[in-house]
DNA sequence: GTGAAAGCGCTAACAT
DNA sequence: ATGTTAGCGCTTTCAC
C-alpha cells in the first residue's frame, strides 16, 4: 500500500480511501492511485485490515458439517456458499466425522480465525463452551440439530411431522404392521423421527409391535440384517418407514435380496440420490438441505445486521416424494 | 495478549512463547501464563500474528471446485480437508458453477485473503492471471483440468486411458457399432475422453462412425434426445460409450424408455451414484476424486515445505468396474 | 480533498 | 529465561 501510495505521488489513507470506495476523493487522484495499484499488482490484505476496522469483521465464516462428502451436508455447504458470496464473505468448511474430538478442534480453528459468525452441526453432549462466543455476540447458528446447554439460533428439518407424514402414507395405504428402521437412539433428530412414528401409528389407533421397531443402525450393513430379521418373523411387516438415508439404502438392498421389494412396501426419511431410477422407485419424505442451508445463513447475516431478537428456532418442512415403493399396498 | 500477560505478571512476548510453545520458558511461567490465559478466555489471533511473523503464512488454502454440491467436487474437498487439518490448515471452499466471472471472483478474494497456496478447478480461457503468484512462489494446483497460458503442477484422472479402456471393454464384449456420447467439445477432459475412445477403436481396426458420435451435451435431457436419435438410426450402436456422469444418466433413462437397457451395453466415465442397484447395474470408468485431492494437498504442502522441483503433471489411474451394463453382448 | 500519526494483535530482533 | 521496541498492512482519528 506504501507503494502504491508512493507511485501514485499520495499518502497512503488516499490508497486506502480508493481502495475501499471512500467518498472525497478527486476523481483524478482515484485514476492516478487505480494506475500505481494495477501496476505494482496491488492486492489489498483483508485481513491486515479488519485489524483495524471498527467492526471487525473478518468477512468469514466457519461451516462445520457431518462430512463436506455428504451430499446432505454439500448442499447446505452450496447454500452458504451462495449467500456468502453476495456479501463477499468467504467459508471456511470443515467436517464433523461424528468425532466430538473434531468439533472442538474446527470450532477453535474458526475461533483463532476470527469468523464473524458459526454455522454448525454439532454431536458433543454439549455446546456450552460456545457460551462465552454467544455473550460477545457472535451469531451462530446451528443447524440440523439442537445445541445443549446453550440457546441459540437453530434450523431443523421437521422431523416430527415429516416422520409422522411418511407413517400416515403407508397407513392410508391400509399397512397396519409397518417397521421402523432407525438411528442411534442418542441422537436428537432420530429420537423425533421415532416419535413422529408412533405418533401417527397411535393417531390411527394401531398399536406398535416393539418387535417390529430396530434402531441404533449405523450404516446399511445393519440396516440389511434388520430386514432380514423383519423378514423372518411369523408376522412380518408389510411396510417399511426407514429414518435415514444410509438405513433406506440398506433396505432396499436387504428386500430385494430377499425378493420383497415389490411386495413390501417402503418410505424413507432423507432423499436417496437416484431414487427414481431404482425398481421401485422410492418414496420418501425429502428434507430440504438448500432451504435448511439458506436460512442458517440468512440468519447470520440478520443477527450480523443488528436484528438482537431471542434465538429461534427456525423448522423447514419435508415434502414427500411418491415414486412407487410407498404406494404398495399390503396383500 | 496485553491483558493475558499483565494478568500473569509477563511480558507480551513471553505469553507469545507460551501460545508457540517456544524454548526457554520456564514451567512455573508457562503455568502462569496458561492459567491467565485460561481465566481470560484467551483465543489467539492466527492472522493477526501471521502478519509479522517471517513465513507470511496464514495456514489457510483456497479451493475451487466446480460445485461444492457435487459429488466428485466433494470427495476432492474432503481428501483436501483432511490433508490440511493434520497441519492445522483451514480451506476456503467455493464454487465454479461453470462461471469464468466466479472464477476470477473466487480467486481474488483468496488471493486477499493471503491463503498459502491454491487448488483451482478452472473453466476461463486463460489462467494468465495467476502469473505473479506464480512467480513469488506461492504454490498452485491445478486440479482434473489443465490450465492454458501457465506452468503449474496439475493432478488430472487419466481420461485418454479411462476412456479407451471403457471402449476397449465393450469391443471386447463384441461390440463393434460403439456410440460415443460427450460433453462440450471446449472442456479439456472431454476431448482427451473422445481421443481415447477413438484410439481403442482405431486399435482394433473398427472405422469411427460421425453419425454414432455426439458431443455438447450438457446435461441429462439432451444425452436422452441423443440416445433416442441413436436407437432411430437404420443401423442403430449396440453399445455406448458415456463420456460422464450426467450424460451416462440419462442414458440409462433413454434406453429404460426404450425398453432397450437390456440389450444395448452401457459404459459410462465416472461412477454414477447407486450404480449397483440400478438394474442392470451400471458398468463405469470411476475416477478416484479422492486421491486427487490427497495428491493436489499434498503436493501444495510439499512446496510450501521448500520443494523447487519444475511443474509436473500427475496422472491418476481409473478404474473400470464391471456391474452389469457394459457386460451385455451384441445381439 | 488529503495526509500524518497512532494503534489493531501479534512476532522479530535485540536487548538484558 | 524474560522484556523492550519496532513494525507487519491496514484503518482510525484528527489535523490541515
Redo the contacts between chains.
Keep these: 500500500m506504501k507503494n502504491v501510495a508512493d507511485l501514485a505521488g499520495v499518502g497512503v489513507k488516499t490508497v486506502s480511501r480508493v481502495i475501499n470506495q471512500e467518498r472525497y476523493v478527486s476523481a483524478d487522484t482515484i485514476a492516478r492511485v487505480m494506475r500505481a495499484a494495477e501496476q505494482l ?1 496491488y ?6 485490515g ?2 483495524r476496522r471498527a467492526d471487525r469483521r ?1 468477512d ?1 465464516l466457519g461451516l462445520l458439517v457431518g ?5 446432505f451436508s ?2 447446505v ?2 447454500a452458504v ?2 449467500a456468502a ?1 453476495q456479501r ?1 464473505v ?6 464433523l466425522d461424528d468425532d466430538p474430538e ?1 468439533e472442538r ?1 474446527s470450532v ?7 469468523v464473524d459468525g458459526l454455522i454448525l452441526t454439532t454431536i458433543q453432549r454439549s455446546q456450552a463452551y460456545l457460551g ?1 462466543q454467544l455473550e460477545q455476540g457472535m451469531p451462530v447458528v446451528f443447524v440440523d440439530r439442537k445445541p445443549n446447554g446453550l440457546i441459540a439460533d437453530t434450523v431443523l428439518t421437521d422431523n416430527l411431522e415429516g416422520a409422522a407424514r411418511g407413517t400416515r402414507h403407508l397407513l392410508a395405504a391400509g399397512h397396519r404392521r409397518i417397521a421402523f428402521l432407525g438411528d442411534s437412539e442418542e441422537i436428537y433428530t432420530a429420537k423425533e423421527r421415532k416419535r413422529g412414528y408412533l405418533d401417527a401409528l397411535r393417531l390411527e389407533g394401531v398399536a406398535p409391535d416393539p418387535r417390529l421397531v430396530i434402531e441404533n443402525l449405523g450404516e446399511e450393513a445393519q440396516a440389511e440384517l434388520a430386514v432380514n430379521e423383519l423378514l423372518a418373523l411369523d408376522d412380518p411387516p408389510t411396510a417399511i418407514f426407514s429414518a435415514q438415508n444410509l438405513i433406506t ?1 440398506g433396505a ?2 436387504a428386500l ?1 435380496a430377499q425378493g420383497a421389494s415389490e411386495r413390501v412396501a417402503l418410505v424413507g426419511f432423507d432423499d ?3 431414487a427414481s ?3 421401485p422407485a422410492v418414496t420418501v419424505v425429502a428434507q430440504d438441505p438448500s432451504a435448511i442451508g439458506a436460512i442458517a445463513a440468512r440468519r447470520i447475516f440478520e443477527r450480523l445486521d443488528g436484528e438482537s431478537e431471542p434465538a429461534r428456532d427456525f423448522i423447514v418442512p419435508t415434502r414427500l416424494i411418491k415414486r412407487g415403493s410407498g404406494e404398495i399396498r399390503p396383500a
Tied chains: 1, 2.
Design positions: 499488482q492486492q489489498p490484505d483483508v485481513q491486515a479488519n485489524l473478518t468469514t462430512s463436506v462428502a455428504n451430499p454439500a448442499a455447504h452450496r456458499e451462495d458470496i463477499h468467504a467459508v471456511f468448511a470443515s467436517s473434531r478442534a477453535e480453528a474458526f475461533l483463532r480465525r476470527r462465552p439404502i432396499i438392498i430385494r436417496v440420490p437416484m431410477l431404482l425398481s
